[in-house]
Each structure stands twice: as structure tokens, then as C-alpha cells.
């Protein structure tokens, strides 16, 4: 498969794009269920407890050796996603609640969930003579965040009109 285009839009409206190539890409979410010890029951009932956050990971690919600008302009925009914003809708400082931005993957007809950064690892690979980075890799871990009614990695319906009649 050749390397395409894919981005983060964030919270902000800001549109992060990078490279994306992978082997496989996964999507999971773990419901809560419990159950009470049945004496000489081999399989207790269950019952639902709650949901689940869902969760991906991805690894990005940033490259800017074509225009020689340091690669850290993009990957500044990914560590941003890991800081509180105060600019973010229901912000209030002085009662402490402030949080990072949260952002959807997309990827041709593919989008995700809207998510939190729960871990960002950058590599910087490439360098140019005076040290300046020209080409990074970021592994990335995402919860969802807020709940959503659907999980969405998945294209969208064809061309009904009305898919739920």
C-alpha cells in the first residue's frame, strides 16, 4: 500500500496532516459487565456495568526535507494536543477546568471517534548539517472523548438517501 495523506482536525478547527502508511489499523472499546459468584455455577450472569471509553493508536510520519523547514513546526501542533488550551469552549480557569483539545482522525472515507491524546512519542530521524530536524515519526495513543452514540471508524452508507427508512 502507498503512503496517503491522512490528518487530525482538532477541537480548534486546526488541521494536522501527515503521512500514514500502516500495517493495520485498530479500533477497540471494553464495556464493563459484572456478575455475583453463583455457588456451582460454572458461568455466572452478567450485567452490564457501564461503557467504555474507545481507543487507537496510530504512528505518523512527518517529512520536510523537500522545503528544508524543521519538521518541529508540525510536530509542536502534535504536543499541543497534550497541554490544556484555554481557548477551548467551557474553559473556566479559576474554577480549574481547563484540558487539552480533542481531535478526530481522518483518512480517505475513514474518520474516527473524537478523542484525547493519552500518549504522544516523537522520533526525529532526518537532520540537515546544522542540526535542524527535517523528518520525525509520532506514535500516538487516543480515548475517546466525549462519548459519541456511535463508534465511527467506518466509511460512510452509500448513497442513500435515507439510510434509517
Known amino acids: 500500500m502507498a503512503i496517503q495523506k491522512a490528518y487530525l482536525m482538532t477541537e480548534t478547527k486546526k488541521k494536522i496532516e501527515f503521512m500514514f502508511n500502516p500495517q493495520d489499523l485498530e479500533f477497540s472499546k471494553t464495556p464493563s459487565w459484572k456478575s455475583n459468584a453463583t455457588p456451582g455455577s460454572t458461568a455466572p450472569p452478567l ?38 488550551d484555554k481557548s477551548i469552549k467551557g474553559t473556566k480557569e479559576d474554577r480549574n477546568m481547563t484540558r487539552p483539545p480533542w481531535v478526530q482522525f481522518h483518512w480517505g472515507k475513514m474518520r474516527s471517534f473524537k478523542a484525547v491524546v493519552t500518549k504522544l512519542d516523537l522520533k526525529f530521524t532526518y537532520f540537515t548539517a546544522d542540526g535542524t530536524p527535517l523528518r520525525a515519526s509520532a506514535s500516538m495513543s487516543f480515548r475517546q472523548y466525549p462519548a459519541e452514540k456511535h463508534l465511527a471508524p467506518q466509511p460512510p452508507p452509500s448513497g442513500t438517501p435515507n439510510p434509517g427508512q
Do not use: H, R
Open 47 to 84: 450485567q452490564f456495568d457501564s461503557g467504555g471509553s474507545g481507543e487507537f493508536s496510530i504512528t505518523a510520519l512527518f517529512d520536510s526535507t523537500a522545503n528544508g523547514k524543521p519538521v518541529t513546526k508540525i510536530t509542536d501542533e502534535l504536543y499541543k494536543l497534550t497541554v490544556t
